[in-house]
């Protein structure tokens, strides 16, 4: 782990920012989770078959396919980002 020095001062600016950023990635994710239910329930298959499949290549080229594989990234790597941010000790 990578430590970092922080002058006093910028402590609750910074303890601010956090919150606000960790708020709009809940709501992002919050948007982004549904989309996926909707995906999950439309084709009868839980995200992570569904990216299984796709890296298989036994999906095909359906543009669906490309969109639900981009709303599954984008809310992974938002999880990651408030994981990050949950680690934080300021």
């Known amino acids: 782990m990578q430590k970092i020095a922080i002058n006093q001062d910028a402590l609750p600016l910074l303890r601010s920012s956090m919150a606000l950023k960790d708020k709009i990635l809940t709501t992002k994710a919050e948007n982004y989770s549904i989309r996926l239910k909707k995906f999950e329930k439309k084709y009868k298959m839980k995200s992570s078959e569904f990216l299984k499949k796709f890296k298989l ?19 992974s790597k938002i999880l ?4 990050i941010i949950k680690g934080l000790v300021l």
């Open 57 to 75: 290549g036994k999906l095909g080229d359906n543009e669906e396919w490309f969109e639900w594989l981009f709303v599954y990234q984008a809310y």
């Open 80 to 83: 990651e980002q408030k994981k």
